[in-house]
């Protein structure tokens, strides 16, 4: 699923292309994946794109906005008559130029570009609502802080993790109630730079670990949105391009390896289900 750097790539994208561009038509093919009247889409013009967490916001000038989930294998594309934006070359997981079968929503716009959203297994979806009412939908209404939002400080963030001593750091920090938009990726990278085994429960970690956690889960972050997000699986950005995250990768994905702090050999387990990467000797 795309985590937090990989959906800002695409926000930040979008916000530069979209901005100013008025929706001309709108075709679907899978109606359960669209909520809402499409019909008050068209001759709109966009605002404002945004970013809540692991979802998209598309701010129209006719009080609407589109929230676009793009669950485990959303892929969403903007092609216009520019070289730097998606230009039809084939894209994973079906290695085939877009739209393919996996197109199920295609907005157009006054310019002649398109934005197409790809979903092979078809669990994201499009919501179309009042902007004023967004933050109050169930979804959004539900999610924690987001990792750096000012108003999370330090002492704020402690005090979060003290209320839920009794769960593993590992699966906290992939709930979303608790921090907006960290997903499996970057909780396993976050907690081997702050040396902590996913394994513990809060009431184990000391203070000083709490604080390191704070501040590399920001860092691990950071150097994810430079990257472009991580192409892990099926994730390209709205020009269609993987991001480099991987690159930096230092624990996910490298079960067997070296450590490259210690040299031990990466371990991998199953934790809530989700695969958890780390360093037996580092993370203590």
């Given amino acids: 699923m795309p985590e937090l750097p990989e959906v800002e790539t695409i926000k930040r994208q979008l916000g530069e292309v979209l901005v100013g561009l008025t929706i001309t038509d709108f075709w679907l093919d899978t109606p359960k994946m669209v909520i809402g009247k499409s019909e008050e889409l068209i001759k709109t013009k966009v605002v404002e ?99 750096f939002d000012p108003d999370l400080t330090l002492e704020n963030f402690i005090t979060r993790l003290k209320k839920r001593k009794t769960m593993k750091i590992k699966q906290l920090l992939l709930d979303q109630k608790f921090l907006a938009g960290v997903g499996n990726i970057y909780a396993n990278e976050a907690l081997f730079k702050a040396n902590i085994d996913p394994r513990k429960k809060v009431a184990e970690l000391s203070e000083e670990q709490m604080k390191e956690l704070f501040k590399q889960v ?67």
């Fill in 49 to 147: 794109v945004r970013r809540r967490a692991k979802l998209i916001e598309i701010d129209l000038n006719n009080g609407r906005t589109v929230l676009i989930h793009l669950k485990m294998t959303g892929q969403l594309l903007y092609q216009d008559n520019s070289s730097k934006t998606y230009q039809d070359k084939p894209l994973p997981p079906l290695k085939k130029s877009t739209p393919n079968k996996s197109t199920h929503v295609i907005f157009t716009f006054d310019n002649g570009a398109k934005l197409y959203f790809n979903d092979l297994r078809k669990f994201g979806y499009i919501k179309i609502l009042p902007t004023n009412d967004v933050e109050h939908t169930r979804i959004l209404s539900e999610f924690g802080p987001e990792p």
């Fill in 218 to 284: 920001k860092n691990v972050l950071e150097v994810g949105i430079k990257a472009g997000g991580a192409s892990d699986q099926t994730y390209v950005n709205a020009f269609g391009e993987k991001g480099k995250f991987m690159d930096y990768a230092v624990v996910y994905r490298r079960k067997g390896k070296p450590c490259e702090t210690c040299g031990a050999k990466i371990e991998r387990i199953a934790l809530g289900g989700r695969g958890t990467f780390f360093c037996p000797k580092c993370q203590l």
